[in-house]
């Protein structure tokens, strides 16, 4: 007797380029029906960002290919080990490749993943990528970037409104492949029907600063297409000085 599959989830997902980068070094990946979704943003200003990214997606494809389907009914703890275990594993594939091939020595990628359900995200994350949830007309980030800005925010050195345009803020703390261990952070957020989860690369949130715009922009848009193509016409507009990926997941 087959268990019962989950309704396939709506997600839609967009990248650009950006107006000043030479290549995309975001990547994206999502399996609607195991509500399953990724996004990295590889390193700029290290060799082979775009790879970095690659690679690391690949880990959790190649997962959901070989051995989704038993993920479909465990609960939330199982699904927290699994993701850390894929973000590990992501980590060690990315920095075992630099390792090995000195034309990519010193690559990296952020990470942010996530299952959803209909009542809770289970979700992981490394770097500045970030997952937010908008529940009626509020927009909240629900992860902490690891990065050099985040934690002076939290040593009172400056404030969150001083840190979204800080000189600083793009540098990292950690990320994924630059090391060979990697801290995972972990969490899960509770969800209710009518709730949009939404994930980007920092080239949507240095653009787009004001978090209010981002949640109506998302709310007043016809479709989830349209809301994800708004959002990343909107970073364009604002400059488009970095990659932009978004990715949007209703939750019914």
């Not at 399996?31 to 690391?56: C, I, N, P, T, Y």
């Not at 996530?114 to 909240?140: C, I, K, P, W």
Request: charge should be negative.
């Amino acid at each position: 007797m087959h268990a019962p599959t989950q309704e396939a989830m709506e997600i839609v997902a967009r990248t650009d380029i950006g107006k000043l980068r030479e290549r995309n070094e975001d990547s994206y990946y999502f399996d609607a029906g195991l509500q399953l979704f990724a996004v990295a943003d590889g390193m700029s200003g290290h060799e082979r960002g775009d790879l970095a990214s690659r690679l690391a997606l690949n880990v959790i494809e190649e997962w959901a290919t070989d051995k989704a389907r038993s993920a479909s009914d465990v609960g939330h703890i199982k699904k927290l080990e699994i993701l850390s275990e894929l973000a590990t594993e992501a980590n060690q594939r990315v920095y075992a490749t630099a390792q090995h091939q000195t034309q990519h020595s010193g690559m990296g990628t952020t990470l942010v993943a996530g299952f959803a359900t209909a009542s809770y995200l289970v979700y992981v994350y490394v770097g500045d990528s970030r997952l937010y949830v908008l529940h009626d007309e509020t927009l909240t980030q629900i992860t902490t970037d690891d990065s050099l800005v985040q934690k002076m925010v939290e040593e009172g050195q400056i404030t969150a409104e001083e840190s979204r345009t800080h000189a600083k803020r793009n540098i990292l703390m950690q990320a994924i492949g630059l090391s060979p261990d990697v801290t995972v952070n972990a969490d899960v957020h509770p969800l209710s029907p009518g709730d949009i989860i939404l994930a980007c690369t920092d080239g949507l949130h240095d653009m787009v600063i004001d978090d209010a715009e981002i949640a109506e922009t998302i709310r007043t848009a016809p479709t989830l297409t349209a809301a994800c193509e708004n959002l990343v016409d909107k970073a364009l507009n604002y400059g488009g000085t970095d990659n932009v990926t978004v990715l949007l997941a209703a939750v019914e």
